[in-house]
């Protein structure tokens, strides 16, 4: 095999709409191998009611465009991504195999990268990583225990679950705010963020966000001053559930609490607070864990790379864990202009 991709979320997609285009034959030049069950990668996991943060038009990948949405300002849910995606896949015929874990990629013989999963080998001359950050959920560590119930965004359902309980709301970017709009309509929140959270202006979506952070990053390769991206701007997009929240006035934090109790938090000031329930929304790392044995991690973690190949292994490249894989390469948007420039390296 000339070329595997591991993950057939969004990303890996991309990357095989753009192999499929260079003339490579899916299944015989490439292949791409995906954990799950079904099509949709990490949308088909979230909850149904999460908003992508821009409109269909804005939210596509190479060759097709996104269905588009009509209802909510135009900014679909979930569940009309993993429509699109599954339907993506059928219509470029990237045959994604499915169910196949890929648990280490190792450097193997005759100059190959070799792939052990729970359904065989591969050898490959190229490897695609694409896993995504969705299946490591973050919890920060906090001194003291909590009894009531703790779920992270990554296990967030429908705020019908927490009706008429005590929710605290821990993290200050999209899913935060997203998940507090949903919740506050029929619990009593409190949120907490690391700083006073930032919101975008309502007329800037995800599409402003993806063009910023690549006339930053072209400045940075060129030589010229950090422009600092979208950190001026903010961090919360104001998709039509968090304007509403604003209009009932529940978009409030405050300063991170000391250390969990037993039936809620301890503030700084030494004056507690009663929860029945914590939501963790606090990010995702990187699933690397099947490239370990390349050993190719650097201090913070993270695999140093030259655009997406890694550097210290040029035949491994990397796309979709954040910006420093592509400009937005883990949005919808900037995983397809990512993978354009990966498959044209390859």
């Known amino acids: 095999m000339r070329i595997v991709v591991i993950g057939g979320g969004q990303a890996g997609l991309a990357t095989g709409f753009y192999l499929r285009r260079s003339g490579l034959a899916p299944g015989e030049d490439f292949v791409i191998l995906d954990a799950a069950d079904l099509p949709g990668g990490a949308w088909a996991r979230m909850w149904p009611t999460l908003r992508t943060f821009s409109p269909t038009q804005y939210s596509s990948l190479p060759g097709w465009m996104m269905p588009p949405w009509t209802g909510d300002s135009g900014y679909p849910p979930a569940a009309h991504v993993v429509d699109y995606l599954t339907r993506y896949e059928q219509r470029y015929e990237l045959a994604v195999r499915r169910s196949v874990s890929v648990q280490s990629v190792t450097r193997g013989v005759g100059g190959l990268l070799e792939m052990h999963s729970d359904r065989g080998g591969w050898l490959a001359e190229h490897v695609v990583s694409a896993t995504g950050t969705w299946s490591r959920p973050f919890v920060p560590t906090y001194p003291g225990r909590f009894a009531g119930r703790q779920l992270h965004t990554a296990d967030y359902r429908q705020a019908s679950d927490f009706a008429g309980e005590r929710v605290l709301i821990v993290g200050g970017g999209n899913s935060a705010a997203q998940i507090l709009a949903e919740v506050s309509a029929v619990a009593e929140t409190t949120w907490v963020t690391l700083r006073p959270p930032r919101f975008l202006p309502d007329n800037v979506d995800g599409r402003a966000l993806f063009e910023i952070a690549t006339q930053r990053n072209r400045a940075r390769q060129a030589g010229e001053p950090d422009s600092g991206g979208v950190g001026g701007l903010g ?3 104001m998709v039509e559930s968090v304007r509403a929240a604003r209009d009932r006035d529940v978009l409030h934090a405050r300063e991170p609490f000391a250390r969990l109790v037993d039936h809620g938090v301890r503030w700084h000031d030494s004056s507690e607070a009663p929860f029945d329930a914590i939501i963790w929304c606090t990010g995702f790392r990187p699933a690397l864990g099947h490239l370990t044995g390349l050993g190719l991690r650097g201090p913070d973690g993270l695999i140093p790379t030259d655009g997406t190949a890694a550097i210290k292994e040029p035949r491994l490249h990397l796309i979709g864990y954040g ?19 990966l498959v044209t390296h390859i």
Request: glycine share 14%; no cysteine; charged share 25%.
């Open 235 to 237: 961090d919360i997009v």
């Open 323 to 341: 910006d420093w894989t592509g400009p937005a390469s883990a949005t919808l948007i900037g995983a397809g202009r990512t993978a354009r420039e």
